[in-house]
């Protein structure tokens, strides 16, 4: 299966969009992904992309990317077509994963193509690792964890490369926190969806 590789080995994605719902009309407007093998990044892949509609000045503000930027930029569908060949059959990780993995579903349902369906979402793992953080966002837990960046929030690549870091942070936490060597990406899986509670559990 799959997702019994190791965690190590994964494709994080980051989609910037036109508002919070694909069942809404809103589309992407950026994709940013790095792809780990064994801890290392190995490929970058980042695109702007036009959705085909003016976006608010709202979003402008805050990502940094104006309609003007977009204006020239390739549609969803071919930048779409491009990333899913980036996947292949990687496993995928994301902060606040069930975001984006909404949006990669509807972006390449409208050109069907599929992927694994093999999904992490490293915020859940963070609520449940790193119990005494101010919160769990992404730049906080950047922070909280001494983890390296350049200040640039909410584009997707950078926001992807930080993740990867926090991700690899992750792996390595539990590996000396619960004693193990090799953490699959299925444990990590698991990890997300258990209760607080039971997580002592888990590593028995």
């Known amino acids: 299966m799959i997702s019994s590789r190791s965690a190590n080995s994964v494709i994080v994605l980051d989609f910037e969009t036109t ?12 994709i940013g992904a790095v792809k780990l093998e064994d801890g290392h990044v190995v490929a970058h892949f980042q ?6 509609f003016r976006i608010s000045h709202f979003i402008e503000n805050y990502t ?6 977009l204006r020239t930029a390739p ?16 496993n995928l990780v994301a902060h606040n994963a069930s975001f984006d993995q ?14 694994s369906d093999q999904f992490a979402c490293s915020m859940l793992i963070a609520r449940r690792l790193y119990q005494h953080a101010p919160n769990h966002k992404l730049g906080t837990l950047v922070e909280y964890k001494h983890i390296h960046h ?6 997707a690549l950078a926001d992807s490369e930080m993740t990867a ?16 060597n090799d953490v699959p990406f299925s444990l990590m899986q698991k990890f997300a969806k258990t209760p607080k509670a039971n997580i002592s559990k888990l590593f028995r």
């Open 19 to 30: 508002g919070l719902s694909p069942t809404q009309g809103d589309r992407a407007i950026e």
């Open 47 to 52: 695109q702007l992309m036009n959705p085909g």
């Open 64 to 69: 940094g990317i104006s309609n003007n930027m």
């Open 75 to 90: 549609c969803c569908e071919d930048v779409m077509a491009e990333f899913a060949d980036f996947i292949g059959n990687a």
């Open 102 to 115: 909404r949006f990669l579903n509807a972006e390449l349902e409208l050109i069907n193509r599929k992927y």
């Open 150 to 155: 350049d200040g640039v929030f909410h584009r």
């Open 165 to 180: 870091r926090l991700w690899l942070t992750m792996i390595d936490d539990i590996k000396q926190q619960y004693g193990i």
